[in-house]
T-cell receptor, first 111, second 115 residues
Framework: KQEVTQIPAALSVPEGENLVLNCSFT??????LQWFRQDPGKGLTSLLL?????REQTSGRLNASLDKSSGRSTLYIAASQPGDSATYLC??????????FGTGTLLAVQP | DAGITQSPRHKVTETGTPVTLRCHQT?????MYWYRQDPGHGLRLIHY???????DKGEVSDGYSVSRSKTEDFLLTLESATSSQTSVYFC??????????????FGPGTRLTVT
């Protein structure tokens, strides 16, 4: 059974710091990996989708990487801001259109 | 927002009553999904649809049924609600127009409490 793990479960950093969120998966037959952001009481906002054929994907201050051989993806956030505070979720997608989600990393950026 | 609405947004119901949640999209996407989100379990797929009248089970489908009679609407029904179905329910959509890799977009969620 595919498992997706996110470490750490919670992270607190001072404003301006660069940070890395980790996502690991057990099944290397991956089609893509999607990173989401969720604010308290809200739905999920798609941040980045990285295809299995890609190594990296960038959007503004966000950079996602994918290493299929090691079963890992990272989300790098540059120059963090208090507005980045949220829960970050990664989701693995295989041959079907079903996503398998990690349990998330709760990020707090302190002003 | 990706043109997804969910109704109702909040509902409190009693054990044993039927409940139907509605997901409506304006994007004409082929795929629609129902997830539930619970502390300690994250997001789990309940059912999904790959076209009108075409549905399949997800990871936690027991106690739930779905129907899709139109492209834009996907209904989730709890035939006889139980307290274990207290959760936040999210609808999502994807399709060829969201890109080759079928990026999923989520609705705002429905908070259901079964007393």
């Amino acid at each position: 059974k595919q498992e997706v793990t996110q470490i750490p479960a919670a992270l607190s950093v001072p404003e301006g710091e660069n940070l890395v969120l980790n996502c690991s998966f057990t099944d290397s037959a991956i089609y893509n990996l999607q990173w989401f952001r969720q604010d308290p009481g809200k739905g999920l906002t798609s941040l980045l989708l990285i295809q299995s054929s890609q190594r990296e994907q960038t959007s503004g201050r966000l950079n996602a990487s994918l290493d299929k051989s090691s079963g890992r993806s990272t989300l790098y956030i540059a120059a963090s801001q208090p507005g980045d505070s949220a829960t970050y979720l990664c989701a693995w997608k295989g041959a079907t259109n079903k996503l398998i989600f990690g349990t998330g990393t709760l990020l707090a950026v302190q002003p | 927002d990706a043109g997804i609405t969910q109704s109702p947004r909040h509902k409190v119901t009693e054990t044993g009553t039927p409940v139907t949640l509605r997901c409506h999209q304006t994007e004409n996407h082929r795929y629609m999904y129902w997830y539930r989100q619970d502390p300690g379990h994250g997001l789990r797929l309940i059912h999904y649809s790959y076209g009108v009248k075409d549905t399949d089970k997800g990871e936690v489908s027991d106690g739930y049924s779905v129907s899709r009679s139109k492209t834009e609407d996907f209904l989730l029904t709890l035939e006889s609600a139980t307290s274990s179905q207290t959760s936040v329910y999210f609808c999502a959509i994807s399709g060829p127009r969201t890109g080759r890799n079928y990026e999923q977009y989520f609705g705002p969620g429905t908070r259901l409490t079964v007393t």
